[in-house]
């Protein structure tokens, strides 16, 4: 059973809104990952952590942000929600460095930005 | 660069009967492969991965993989489905050496009495 939450499971926001998507992982692991998901595409990786103060943008351009103060918690944040950022949002950790370790995943948030 | 194409948007299958789900990749260097399985409301678990040796790869649920170079492939199988395996299936392959997973976009499986 993977030990990482994300929190909220659902939220719907007004635009103009500042939001954070919490995400917290009891493993002890170093990388952590952001991914956007919308139906009938591809998880598109946003944001990614190797560790501690260490955060880098993924593929798909994000008006996001993240943090990694701590290792356990990845927040992102949105300064501003619009409707475009109406999407499922998934956390994901996995250990250290390593090509061939598994991801674990949150459960995700479902975003709508009314 | 590294692409995955799941050949399936949508595989419908009564139950007990065999199912493939395909996959390919693109990748100009030695890639790691997965399967990941998301059911309703739920986030993505891990089916089964490809690192190296025997190219048959057994995973959860009686789920098993091909990993085929020659043809970039590594389809999904198994012999008998159940209803409770209706659930949406990535195929994914690591990215060089960050080690980040690319998705491909999924196959809906769903399983009919």
Redesign the interface.
């Known amino acids: 059973e993977a030990d990482i939450y994300q929190t909220p499971r659902y939220l719907v926001i007004g635009t103009g809104k500042k939001i954070t998507l919490e995400c917290s992982q009891t493993m002890g692991h170093d990388k952590m990952y952001w991914y956007q998901q919308d139906p009938g595409m591809e998880l598109h990786l946003i944001h990614y952590s190797y560790g501690v103060n260490s955060t880098e943008k993924g593929d798909l351009s994000s008006e996001s942000t993240v943090s990694r103060i701590r290792t356990e918690h990845f927040p992102l944040t949105l300064e501003s929600a619009r409707p475009s950022h109406t999407s499922q949002y998934l956390c994901a950790s996995s250990e250290g460095d390593a090509l061939n370790t598994e991801a674990f995943f949150g459960q995700g948030t479902r975003l709508t930005v009314v | 660069a590294q692409s ?1 194409t799941q050949l399936d ?1 949508q595989v419908p299958v009564f139950e007990e009967a065999p199912v493939e789900l395909r996959c390919n990749y693109s990748s100009s260097v030695s890639v ?1 492969l ?1 399967w ?1 399985v998301q059911y309703p ?6 089916l089964l ?1 490809y ?1 190296s040796g025997s190219t048959l790869v057994k995973g959860i649920n009686g789920f098993e993989a091909e990993f085929n170079k020659s043809q970039t492939s590594f389809h999904l199988r198994k012999p008998s489905v159940h209803i409770s395996d209706t659930a949406e299936y ?1 195929c994914a392959v ?1 990215r060089g ?10 196959t809906k499986l769903s399983v009919k009495p």
């Open positions: 995955v948007s790691y997965f990941y409301n739920q986030g993505l678990q891990l991965k690192l990535f690591t050496s960050q080690g980040n997973l690319i998705f491909g976009k999924g």
